[in-house]
């Protein structure tokens, strides 16, 4: 094996899979180095239609679409007996009308495939332990499948390690996130009896006066994820005693139990608490981090993999100038734009817990036109700035839900 790579990329979720597929195809050499054995589980189900953008643009759509994934549609929110569904067919953005729901195991497993297959080295099996990064040269130490300590060099490191966060932890990256400290227990349950309908949306549910949530993400197999995102401790309830409360809460769920109350559990419900993390900063000399690695907010918009994808893209673009020898603005380029898109969800994230979003969605009053432009933005469309939604994020979204609620109390008054 040549030792020395172009570019050396940290784990393969879809941040490093993307990434490398950019930097191949602009001719670099390329190593994936990944902890795990593929395909291996990870949570994050549902897509978002932009994310489609970037798979075309870099030619790795076809390979999803031979999986035969769950198309979805769009979402549907749900909340005491209302209920508010968004078709991502009528967004304001231009852009993918859908995207798939997928087991991720099988998703990320046939993305690094296929980038395997045009000639990056990809290892498995292999944990990195150590780093060096510096502007002239990077060296990456890693344990191989035999417990072997290898070394190998190159001119850029792409960070995309995900939860794993490797630079964040050797190079003391991680700053606390200023969320409130939530969690998440889930399973894949069986769903024979699902409508089409059903199997095309992703079903979410506010409770607990939208402190909790519950999700229902349809597979294509006739399975689907279920979970529960809430404060910590509601969390490690559910999980007691193997997961009962949150069994019981599943089968039982209001709207859900024509489909759940006798369902199977296909695994034991898995936790995952105190997941929100931040960054210190996104780049250094001779390295750069993406995906998961850098920030994440929430699952409630399922912005995740989006998010993933879209700076493991924009990060590999910027690598590839930085080869050429071209000079690059990595604050403007990467930092503001990642953060541009990361803050319109956060808004959103936050406008969703402390009542606005409920207050937009939930309300009598016609909003047909506002709905189109949040529905891009739970599209994934977040650098949009035509969509008075991306563009006035900070301030519209709550100036809208308060004048939803005057209105709302006129009406009362008037009855
Ligand atoms: C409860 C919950 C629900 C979610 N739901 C959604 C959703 O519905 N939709 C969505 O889009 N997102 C969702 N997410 C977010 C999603 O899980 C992540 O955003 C996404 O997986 C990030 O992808 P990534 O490529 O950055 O990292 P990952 O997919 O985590 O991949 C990182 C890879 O790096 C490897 N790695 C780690 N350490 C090392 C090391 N030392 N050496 C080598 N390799 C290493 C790991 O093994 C892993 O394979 C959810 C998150 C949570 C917590």
């Known amino acids: 094996m040549n030792q020395k790579f172009d570019v050396i990329i940290i784990g393969a979720g879809p941040a490093g899979s993307i990434a490398a597929a950019k930097l191949d195809k602009e001719g670099y050499s390329v190593a994936v180095i990944e902890k795990l054995e593929f395909p291996r589980f990870v949570i994050g189900e549902s897509l978002l239609p932009h994310c489609m953008d970037h798979l075309d643009e870099l030619g790795l759509l076809d390979c999803i679409v031979e999986q035969k994934f769950q198309v979805k549609t769009g979402v549907t929110f749900y909340h005491n007996e209302e209920r508010c569904e968004f078709l991502f067919k009528n967004k304001f953005t231009n852009g993918w009308d859908y995207t798939y729901q997928v087991k991720r195991a099988d998703f990320d497993f046939a993305l690094i495939k296929e980038v395997e297959k045009r000639g990056v080295y990809v290892e498995f099996n292999a944990e990195v332990t150590a780093v060096e990064a510096s502007k002239e040269k990077q060296v990456v130490t890693y344990l191989n499948k035999a417990g072997e300590e290898k070394v190998l060099t190159s001119r850029f490191i792409i960070d995309a390690s995900g939860y794993g966060r490797v630079l964040p932890r050797l190079f003391n990256l991680d700053k606390p996130a200023p969320s409130i400290p939530r969690g998440a227990i889930f399973s894949h349950v069986k769903d024979e009896n699902r409508t089409t309908q059903a199997a095309e949306n992703i079903f979410v549910h506010a409770f607990n006066d939208n402190t909790a949530w519950i999700w229902a993400i349809p597979f294509s197999d006739k399975t689907t994820s279920v979970g529960v995102v809430g404060q910590v401790d509601l969390i490690k309830e559910y999980g007691e005693n193997e997961g009962e409360k949150f069994k019981n809460f599943i ?29 210190e900063k996104f780049y250094g000399d001779g390295f750069i981090l993406c995906g998961n690695s850098t920030e994440f907010l929430d699952p409630i918009f399922s912005s995740g993999v989006t998010l993933a994808i879209s700076s493991g893209h924009q990060a590999a673009k910027l690598v590839c100038e930085h080869l050429k020898g071209n000079e690059v603005n990595w604050e403007r380029d990467y930092v503001e734009h990642m953060n541009f898109g990361i803050n319109v969800f956060r808004t959103y994230v936050n406008s969703w817990y402390n009542g606005d979003l409920p207050t937009i969605f939930f309300t009598k009053q016609d909003n047909t036109d506002f709905k189109k432009q949040i529905c891009s933005v739970l599209a994934g469309y977040v650098w949009d700035k035509e969509n008075p939604f991306v563009k006035k994020h900070s301030t519209i979204v709550s100036t809208l839900a308060k004048v939803i609620r005057i209105n709302e109390s006129e009406v009362n008054l008037a009855e």
């Open 251 to 279: 089968r039982n769920f209001p709207g859900l139990t024509s489909r759940f109350q006798d369902t199977e559990f296909l695994f034991e419900p898995r936790d995952i608490l105190n997941y929100s993390v931040s960054i």
